[in-house]
């Protein structure tokens, strides 16, 4: 039962409030994209155990869909931000940057 | 015999006897007794049966680790089986029965399964039960379910109410000890918002037990200290009998407080499920000691040490006049001191120990009690009772020294930390090898989510087990400096013994048990180590060690020693079972709360809900929703109740009640590009006025919803979604909105509830319009797929002229709180027209005539559009909607897949549900091959026959065709492949 801040509302939500919403900053392929791509796109998940980047939705508060930063494995936040761009904030990655060293990049 | 003393006992009131009955058997015990204090005080020490040998049990344990004191407690709507006597309070009328037993608790059948226990090693089952084949179904498996299970169901609905409940604070502390007790007050001194619970009914745990002396004073008086200070303090909360059950995600804990176990019927809820957020976990959940593995531990009259203490000083009961303490530390003379004092008689000390030092020892051998270094017990003698022990060395094979006659024998194998709640959240454990247990690492804590430790262990929980030592360590985990000071005798080193004597033949490992619920003996964990089982969690599935209703509490350290030694591997490589929660079981009723009954879970009722329950309405859930099935008049069943409706709306007219469609509005500069992303077909040139259907797909390509969208406005539409649909839509809406097509002007409203929706359908329908007076309802004002405003016997309504049944229609749309009047007039001026309600029933006979889809019968989340003949609602000329991409997948073309058809029987009648046809063959699994299935069957009170609606290989291609289909029951019928319209072709009776 995570808690997560709500970057719109400034809720610290209760996992009850929220719906998952599976991984974040996936690129949409669409008609005529290449097999590999839509397949990527449809199926291919990274699940990573570490640093991982989330879709949810404040589904009992707000409405609004937001991302997360957390590690799967510590529960750890990093921070949550609006969910309209494409790649992570600069600040977040840098946190994750000073917190996990070792961290490959979201890519 | 165990019996109750003259004098003493800390925790029972003498002056308020409460009587209960065990096994119907008539017994008095005393107020703050346990009952499994007042079974002993009343010489009850049989108290059940194990498991798979139904051997004799009796208590060993004093609190929430008991394997074996289990029974039936209660009756009728308060019955509830497979209790802890231990941690069970007794009450005046309390009434109980053994378990595990056929016919009596002292003459059992099953124990002849404990003759036979050479033949019921561990992996018994997966040996035995393989062959032959048959054998399975009709011979082991209703032999395995007869003797499976203890205790007995409860056949009642639960008499009780419980309630859960929300909290938050900065420091949740469980265990309600010292440790506990004193973090609470360094952290209530510092101001934090703390909780503090204690599963008990008392505060305290041990200390006073053990007589401990704390800053000069008797832990008692210190503990009656500490309580009253932290009473006094506004930002502490506390809470006795609440049992902290599991710990979750960022502080997220579960406790189940047992609010009335011990006084029901008194109008209070039995028990409260809190659900707490806290910032910070302190458990100081004690420790729990193990028993030692000898010959014949498990006969009844064996305890663990500390618990024949704490029975001889809470509640002044002596399990037995002769008592045997066998050892490998300094604690269990505490026991045999206490007894002593007590007046009664310990013949011998056995300790495992060479050499044996210290104050207690000393203080033991003074009250001339004989201490006998480097001893074991050989074999206890006795079947349903203890009457003597034999002796032997420890470091032999087992050959006997002496024997002593006794009646009962307390053992101490040394302590565990309760390391459960720090296990939950993924707390990792160092192997003491000092102490022999495994104890938290500090340094690698369960983690909140800023990083930092979730939880912090505090006192016996953290490993230290002198009261000095957990107050030192209680403060620290608080943040505090300053720690009282408790003295008490300096202790010796424990030595770790986990098979008594060390050498013991075979025959005397048969007889050693380790879990006493689930009868898995040492040499059990060591057979299944021969056989191959490395893993500790292996072994424990293998050998059910651990896996009975107390989890392993007493059972896991032991066992896993034995497995690590017969590996040759350290401990700490072998590793712990996973400690999940709850710590100790939480009953159902607390986990559904008030969720029961009519409050099960929300019901949405349309505004005329009221009507139909006044017209005798059945009502069928679609999600949430109540909706009429159908109305049936005083003798009709629900299936002529469905023909007549469905009749009457073909032939005069018809109302439903159709307000439960989802209505969401879709508004902006934007809107239309936006519909024709989410729709298969086109929205954005939909005239304004007009109405038109439309299909929404996933990126998979698969139908997903459907429904009528009207042109309101330049720049709104309203869609129109399945009543089950119409959340999970919007939320779709939102989520390509917010997330992919953020920059696009759109805007969303889920109206749905705003509006009462009713149709009047049928060839009447018009007439009953006019009759109420108003707008112009004819076919040139508001043709088919058009929609008008205007005002209708005095409602503000919005008609759309749309049909779903085939006939003449109106869906007439009005504010919610109208709904209810309108329909009431729509009744009243159909009256003369034959005008009937219809539900849903008639409704899915009404579209199946007309070969209309139904979203979750035609689709399940496979089916293309192109699948159902739909192909028609799907754009050619837009370059992208969701799920063209997932449908240009060659698969989705294959004129391989099941298609939309008809499907009818030869002779009329109608194709049972879930029928499906065969094709020669078998598949990969060797399971027939299937060309087809039924989707929608009904008997056609319009046509008077069956018809039926299925997905068939090839689809329509092969209309004319009879296939073979095969009914749930195996039998076959002859069915014929047509057309999936069966009533007006053309549309004609709709469009007039």
New interface residues.
């Given amino acids: 039962?995570?808690?997560l801040e709500c970057p719109y509302c400034g809720v610290k939500a209760?996992?009850t409030e929220l719906?998952p919403?599976g991984e974040a900053h996936l690129k949409?392929?669409?008609?005529?994209?290449p097999?590999e791509d839509?397949e990527a796109y449809?199926f291919a998940r990274k699940n990573p155990k570490g640093v991982h980047f989330e879709?949810w939705?404040h589904?009992y508060g707000c409405?609004?869909?937001f991302l997360a930063a957390r590690c799967t494995a510590?529960?750890?936040?990093f921070g949550t931000y609006p969910?309209?761009t494409t790649e992570p904030p600069a600040d977040i990655v840098a946190k994750i940057m000073a917190?996990r060293p070792d961290w490959k990049g979201y890519k | 015999m165990s019996t109750r003393l003259a004098k003493g006992g800390r925790l029972i009131d003498r002056a308020a006897p409460q009587d209960f009955t065990f096994n119907g058997k008539r017994l008095r015990g005393f107020k703050g007794d346990t009952l499994a204090a007042a079974l002993l005080a009343n010489d009850q020490m049989l108290v059940g049966r194990s498991f798979k040998y139904h051997r004799p049990r009796g208590i060993v344990a004093s609190g929430a680790e008991e394997p074996n004191a289990l029974v039936n407690m209660g009756e009728g709507g308060r019955f509830e089986p497979n209790q802890r006597t231990t941690t069970t309070e007794l009450f005046d009328g309390l009434t109980c029965t053994s378990q595990n037993h056929f016919p009596s608790l002292e003459f059992d059948i099953g124990v002849l399964n404990n003759y036979a226990a050479r033949f019921l090693p561990a992996g018994f089952y997966y040996k035995t039960f393989i062959h032959p084949r048959a054998a399975w179904k009709h011979v082991f498996e209703p032999i395995i379910r007869q003797s499976a299970g203890l205790g007995k169901v409860p056949k009642d609905r639960d008499a009780d109410r419980y309630e859960q409940a929300y909290a938050f604070c900065d420091l949740l502390i469980t265990g309600g000890g010292i440790a506990g007790l004193q973090a609470a007050l360094t952290a209530g001194k510092a101001g934090k918002r703390v909780w503090l619970m204690e599963q008990t009914a008392h505060w305290g745990g041990r200390a006073p037990v053990d007589g401990v002396e704390i800053d000069g004073t008797p832990a008692e008086a210190w503990v009656k200290n500490a309580v009253q200070a932290l009473e006094a303090m506004e930002n502490v909360t506390m809470r006795l009998r609440c049992m902290a059950a599991g710990s979750?995600?960022?502080?997220?804990v579960l406790a189940d407080e047992k609010v009335a176990d011990h006084t029901p019927g008194d109008g209070r809820p039995r028990h409260r499920l809190w659900r707490i957020?806290a910032g910070q976990i302190i458990a100081a959940t004690g420790a729990i000691e193990r028993p030692l593995s000898f010959a014949g531990n498990d006969i009844p009259g064996v305890m663990l040490a500390a618990a024949m203490r704490d029975y001889l000083v809470n509640w002044a009961v002596a399990p037995g006049d002769r008592t045997v303490v066998v050892t490998n530390n300094d604690d269990a003379y505490r026991t045999a001191i206490a007894l002593k004092e007590a007046g009664l008689e310990v013949p011998v000390i056995l300790d495992a120990r060479a050499t044996v030092t210290g104050d207690l020892p000393a203080k033991a051998r003074a009250l001339g009690i004989r201490v006998e270094a480097g001893k074991a017990i050989a074999k206890v003698k006795g079947g349903k009772r203890v009457t003597s022990v034999a002796i032997c060395a420890q470091a032999g094979q087992g050959a006997v020294l002496e024997e002593i006659a006794c009646d009962a024998v307390a053992m101490s194998g040394g302590w565990s930390p309760v390391v459960h709640l720090w296990s939950h959240?993924?707390g990792k454990l160092n192997w003491d090898a000092a102490q022999a247990h495994f104890a938290p690492d500090p340094a690698r804590p369960p983690?909140?989510?800023?990083?930092s430790a979730l939880v912090v262990t505090a006192g016996a929980a953290s490993g230290v087990l002198l009261a000095g030592d957990v107050l030192a360590n209680a403060t620290a985990a608080a943040g505090g400096d300053v720690a009282p000071v408790a003295s008490g005798p300096v202790e010796a080193a424990m030595e770790p013994v986990w098979v008594m004597p060390q050498g013991a033949t075979i025959d005397l490992r048969m007889k050693m048990w380790l879990d006493y619920q689930n009868d898995v003996k040492v040499s059990d964990v060591q057979l299944a180590a021969r056989e191959g089982y490395s893993s500790v969690e292996h072994t424990k599935r293998y050998t059910t060690l651990g896996m009975a209703t107390d989890q392993g509490k007493l059972s896991n350290i032991n066992g896993l020693a034995v497995l690590a030694d017969s590996l040759s591997s350290p401990i700490p490589q072998v590793g712990t079972t996973t400690f999940r929660p709850p710590y100790t079981p939480v009953t159902f009723g607390a986990l559904a709360g008030e969720a029961r009954g009519d409050i099960f879970q929300p019901l949405r009722q349309t505004p005329i809900h009221a009507w139909h329950e006044a017209h005798n309405a059945y009502f069928e859930p679609v999600g949430l929703w109540r909706r009429p099935y159908c109305y049936p008049r005083p003798g009709e069943t629900h299936e002529q109740a469905v023909h007549r409706e469905v009749v009457n709306t073909r032939t005069n007219v018809g109302l439903l009640d159709a307000s439960t469609l989802g209505k969401i509005i879709v508004k902006g500069p934007d809107a239309g590009k936006f519909l024709d992303m989410l729709y298969t077909n086109v929205m954005s040139n939909l005239g304004i006025g007009k109405c038109r259907y439309g299909l929404m797909c996933s990126?998979?390509g698969f139908l997903s919803d459907d429904g009528v969208v009207a042109r309101i406005d330049e720049d709104t539409w309203l869609c129109h979604t399945t009543s089950g649909g119409a959340d999970r839509i919007h939320?779709w809406m939102?989520?390509w909105l917010?997330?992919?097509w953020?920059d696009w002007q759109v805007y969303t409203a889920n109206v749905t509830e705003q509006f009462a929706q009713i149709a009047v359908v049928g060839p009447n329908a018009r007439k009953v319009l006019e009759k109420l007076g108003g707008m112009d309802v004819s076919k040139e004002a508001l043709p088919f797929m058009q929609w008008a405003d205007g005002e209708m016997g005095g409602f503000r309504v919005r008609a759309y002229r749309i049909s779903f049944s085939g006939e003449l229609s109106y869906e007439i749309a009005v504010p919610a709180s109208e709904g209810r009047a309108f329909w009431d007039a729509l009744v009243t001026a159909g009256a003369e027209f034959g005008m009937m309600p219809y539900g849903t029933e008639g409704l899915h006979v009404l579209r199946a005539e007309k070969g209309f889809i139904m979203i979750g019968d035609e689709t399940d989340g496979t089916v293309i559009p192109q699948d159902l003949n739909l192909g028609w609602a799907i754009s050619k000329k837009k370059?992208?909607y969701l799920g063209?991409?997932?449908q240009?997948?060659p698969f989705l073309a294959s004129p391989d897949r099941w298609k939309l058809v008809g499907l009818e029987t030869l002779d009329g009648s109608v194709i049972p549900d879930g029928s499906i046809a065969p094709a020669p063959g078998t598949n990969a699994n060797g399971q027939r091959n299937t060309q087809g299935r039924v989707t929608s069957t009904y008997y056609s009170p319009t046509l008077k026959r069956g018809i039926a609606m299925g997905l068939v290989k090839g689809g329509l291609s092969r209309v004319g065709e009879t296939i073979e289909m095969t009914r749930l029951d195996g039998s076959t019928l002859q069915v014929k492949i047509v057309d999936p319209v069966f009533y007006d072709k053309e549309g004609e009776k709709q469009n007039v």
């Fill in positions: 039962m995570l808690i209760e996992e719906a919403g949409r392929f669409g008609p005529g994209s097999d839509f449809m879709r939705r589904a409405g609004k869909w510590t529960l750890e936040v969910a309209q917190k | 979750y995600d960022h502080g997220y957020r959240c993924g983690l909140n989510h800023d990083g990126e998979q939320a939102e989520d917010q997330c992919e953020w370059a992208d063209k991409r997932g240009e997948r």
